[in-house]
């Protein structure tokens, strides 16, 4: 079935100056939430139950002048839990309580790039919310906390003129091992990588 909801959302925005800001809280009640990630693969094709998630969203950026700009936001969420059933209290899969980015950016006629960082909180793998992750995932057991990771991207953008523009980027600089899943076994997230091109417009 469908996902049934009903959504409570309280927020403000505003722009002070060169700070630009924005903040809301929310509270989302699910009757019936479709939930990913459990250690039963089928439960991503059928509902999960009822659920309840609360917290807040922020979001505040800065022109900082000769063409910088810091911008930052973040999510909350300090309950993201199951009402009901085997696994009621249990924290859902896939939550980390906090989810955080900041960039500083630099943009001219001819030349923009940015240098990001990009945050998120440690999360259950499964809705057991045991901690260990077991040895013997690759065999059928899943779950376990995946640990909070911080990566740092790198991006540039050049325009030759009307119609070209070169762009390159470095994902994840610091080359930061880290769990992106734990699905029938330990899945990593990408290693440092190295991106360039050129864009044509005919």
């Known amino acids: 079935d469908g996902e049934r909801s009903t959504n409570y959302e309280l927020g403000l925005r505003g722009k002070q100056g060169d700070i630009t800001y924005e903040a809301a809280a929310f509270v989302m009640d699910f009757s019936n939430q479709v939930v990913t990630g459990n250690s039963d693969p089928n439960l991503s ?11 807040m969203e922020f979001m505040l950026a800065y022109d900082i002048g000769s063409g910088f700009f810091i911008d930052t936001n973040a999510t909350v969420i300090p309950r993201s839990e199951f009402k009901t059933g085997e696994f009621k209290g249990n924290r859902l899969p896939y939550a980390p309580k906090l989810i955080a980015n900041v960039a500083l950016s630099y943009a001219n006629e ?13 999360q259950y793998g499964d809705a057991s919310n045991i901690k260990e992750i077991p040895t013997d995932a690759a065999g ?11 990566l740092l991207d790198l991006t540039a953008q050049y325009t030759l003129n009307q119609n070209t523009k070169l762009f ?9 091992r ?3 899943g734990l699905r029938q076994g330990i899945y990593v997230g990408p290693e440092r990588s190295f991106e ?3 864009n044509y417009r005919f």
């Open 178 to 180: 880290y769990i992106t």
């Open 140 to 150: 059928g057991i899943w779950g376990g906390l995946m640990p909070a990771y911080t």
């Open 45 to 55: 094709q059928s509902n999960g139950g009822e659920t309840e998630h609360v917290g």
């Open 196 to 198: 360039v091109g050129i």
């Open 168 to 176: 390159g980027a470095i994902k994840n600089l610091s080359d930061k």
């Open 110 to 122: 001819s030349l923009s790039g940015a240098f990001t960082v990009h945050h998120r909180g440690e």
